[in-house]
């Protein structure tokens, strides 16, 4: 099968082919370029991917770097990426690094090597990007989501403004000492939403003590052990702010594992508004990031659809969605 | 930045550099190698990995087809695959197809268009696959996961035996009536556990009236609108099997919200055992199967590692996780 057979099918010159498999068809008519698709397609011709690679430069993929793809913020971010380039005929390579900085320098090694048209990353921004910051990206293109160091276009959300609404949240429910269970302090998103939490705790006046505060991690394991040390070290708390929903379900647990009610006693409020958050033992008030216009917004810097022009939003916010978890101090009114 | 420049820095020639970067230095030392790549990334040098594909026949990719990552279950065998081809420098395109088979044709063509080395294809058995058996391959190697009706090496779980299990545990436990919330009847993998279903039914002589099956989906809206439609049309049941936990948490939900006590007066059971289900507002009783290991075996059947013979496990059966949704019916003892 050659491209010849499909000209001879299609009524058309073998160099009309090449241009139109190509994509190289700008003054072509759309009827023909069409004609030529159905043939190729009735005939099981395609160009051989690494040929076409070489000559247009690029490979027709892009990669996507995420912490882990189960986690519900990330694969509504891969969706968005892929439901936004999918029509452009690409494909996503993805990664997993399990926010390890030499797992995220690794795949996007494994990228570069594959010869990716660009890189979303995601999630990372592991000790201040030190080690991305000093590699080599062989001029890939790159897109950042969420808080990094990097000098690339990068689309971000209101991480700080979205946990300091959900402490300003639980002070109006009338809570006093909000445990901050966080993720690990060399992480950026720890960090920007820690700007969040004592921006609204110095403004509330509310109890500052550091105790208060604990690095935890982004899974129930992590929450569940957060509050019960907290308990075990006679941090007196009346609510809880997580960073991520699974350490609030985690956290939430713990609490009913140790007779303490959730919201009478304790509220708790997470961040990533998972869609389990509603189907949670007592229903999770969280904050929801747009996570699925992000990940378009960012496919869309990295591979414009031909024609477009428009402005890619960069700058998203959230929604807080107020749920039973954190109703007002029930014996404290 | 030339092969040359990597050469003079090893001390090697280039035809070295070049064996050694290609994979087929199987005649030099270990030292020589180890020197050529460390003098390659210290400068940042990189096969043209188009160039690398040509040559070598492949692109050290492999492409993942999923109706949804963001399931639980596939994400678990995107991991085993991803875990599993990782230390070979392979990356994972993949592809979701919300179980939609023009969808599922259209991954199939871009994976093919981008030469991927071989393709897991899981979760489908889509209207007895009939688009896919008649569609071109391109001699790519494929292994399936899940009930398929196609001529490739196959990773399975044992769909029947799992909720045939389910069922008996909730006969155990008083229940007579047991509402089946299945998927789309056009899924094979609807067909395996009706089969399931079926059996346990017959085998226990439980009611087999033909309304307890109701054709829903995977999804939360699909088991609470299965539910709420059951019980307007007046049908009787004391327990729920859903195909999914989506399903079943939903299923639940809708029983709470209509004032039904789980588990006392309605059981619910669901299959995959999500890592939700025990946080969920009744603990769920659920089957897991070994997704991440089911996605190992199949990476393993497309890209053995090197040396390696041992045989790959290709059925694999499932745990039983009871939880409080399916304690013995409350009132009926």
């Not at 082919?17 to 700008?26: E, H, P, Q, T």
């Not at 040929?51 to 519900?72: C, N």
Request: proline fraction near 5%; hydrophobic fraction near 45%.
């Amino acid at each position: 099968m050659t491209a010849r057979d499909v000209a001879a099918r299609a009524g058309v010159s073998v160099t009309t082919v090449s241009r139109v498999l190509n994509d190289k068809a700008v003054d072509l008519t759309p009827a023909t370029c069409e004609r030529v698709r159905v043939a190729a397609r009735e005939l099981g011709y395609q160009v051989h991917p690494a040929a076409s690679a070489l000559r247009r430069g690029r490979t027709g993929t892009l990669g996507l770097v995420v912490p882990d793809i189960g986690d519900q913020y990330f694969h509504r971010i891969a969706r968005g990426v892929e439901d936004a380039i999918r029509p452009q005929g690409f494909g996503i390579v993805f990664c997993d690094t399990d926010r390890d900085a030499s797992l995220e320098d690794e795949a996007v090694d494994m990228l570069l090597s594959k010869g990716v048209d660009g890189i979303v990353l995601c999630g990372g921004g592991l000790d201040d990007d030190r080690h991305l910051r000093s590699r080599r990206w062989h001029n890939t293109p790159v897109v950042t989501i969420g808080p990094h160091r990097l000098d690339f276009p990068a689309i971000s959300a209101d991480d700080v403004g979205a946990v300091a609404a959900l402490v300003r949240h639980l002070h109006e429910g009338g809570r006093r000492r909000i445990l901050c269970v966080a993720g690990q302090p060399t992480w950026l998103v720890t960090k920007q939403r820690l700007v969040g939490y004592h921006t609204a705790v110095e403004e509330l006046g509310l109890d500052d003590d550091p105790k208060l505060v604990v690095h935890a991690g982004f899974t129930a394991e992590a929450g569940e052990h957060a509050v019960r040390q907290a308990r075990e070290r006679g941090i007196d708390f009346d609510a809880v702010v997580a960073f991520d929903d699974y350490a609030a379900l985690g956290a939430l647990h713990a609490l009913q594992a140790l007779g303490i009610a959730v919201p009478e006693d304790v509220a708790v409020a997470g961040c990533d508004d998972i869609d389990f958050a509603r189907f949670a033992r007592v229903p999770l008030t969280s904050v929801r990031f747009p996570t699925y216009e992000m990940g378009r917004a960012a496919a869309r810097l990295l591979a414009p659809p031909p024609g477009e022009r428009e402005e890619v939003v960069a700058a998203f916010g959230f929604e807080l969605h107020v749920r039973e978890s954190s109703a007002p101090a029930g014996r404290r009114g």
